[in-house]
T-cell receptor, first 115, second 117 residues
């Protein structure tokens, strides 16, 4: 299994500001992802965090809005930049181990409210 | 377009009763199907994962079934407990090169289950 922690667990932010979310895994993992979960919606993949290189973003998400860092195999950050109320959501870090049934583990999430 | 549809959207049952949640998918190619439980304010936790050749898999009081021919899955909860109140999410994996996201996953919107005492 993998134990994932996220900081902060929740935050209330003002429009136009930025928030950086941290994700820490208890062991090295190859694949790390960032998701967004808007109220009543399914999880949407934002990007794949690549160790030592630029993240790979999904359609509709760009690096200027959601810069991601991954300095090593156990840690990543997601920044939500120049926030607007539409960014209010739960942001989830997730990791996957190769093999072992490809089980994917999720962090507890960061609940963000933008006023 | 790959899609995962779950029903019902929400469900309320009395403690001790059984219930069945449904998942229909149109995902190709198919690699595996997963059920997750998501408590309020927490991240999803894996309950079961089934490949093409598996028809049923159990995890305690949770039993998942898969019919790959009709592209349907169900999650049966036996003798429900208050702690079963959560959202249950069906996720289908199509593999990395399916044309979808880099994670190869298509998520359903979930069934919100409430267990009443």
């Amino acid at each position: 299994s993998a134990v994932i922690s996220q900081k902060p667990s929740r935050d209330i932010c003002q429009r136009g500001t930025s928030l950086t979310i941290q994700c820490q895994v208890d062991s090295q993992v190859t694949m790390m992802f960032w998701y967004r979960q808007q109220p009543g919606q399914s999880l949407t993949l934002i990007a794949t965090a690549n160790q030592g290189s630029e993240a790979t973003y999904e359609s509709g998400f760009v690096i200027d809005k959601f810069p991601i860092s991954r300095p090593n195999l156990t840690f990543s950050t997601l920044t939500v930049s120049n926030m607007s109320p539409e960014d209010s959501s739960i942001y989830l870090c997730s990791v996957r181990r190769q093999g072992a049934g490809e089980t994917q583990y999720f962090g507890p999430g960061t609940r963000l409210l933008v006023l | 377009k790959n899609q995962v549809e779950q029903s019902p959207q929400s469900l309320i049952i009395l403690e001790g009763k059984n219930c069945t949640l449904q998942c229909n998918y149109t995902v190709s190619p198919f690699s595996n199907l997963r059920w997750y439980k998501q408590d309020t304010g927490r991240g999803p936790v894996s309950l079961t994962i089934m490949t093409f050749s598996e028809n049923t898999k159990s995890n305690g009081r949770y039993t998942a079934t898969l019919d790959a021919d009709t592209k349907q899955s169900s999650l049966h909860i036996t003798a429900s407990q208050l702690s079963d109140s959560a959202s249950y999410i069906c996720v289908v994996s199509a593999g990395k090169y399916s044309g979808g996201g880099a994670d190869g996953l298509t998520f359903g919107k979930g069934t919100h289950l409430i267990i009443q005492p």
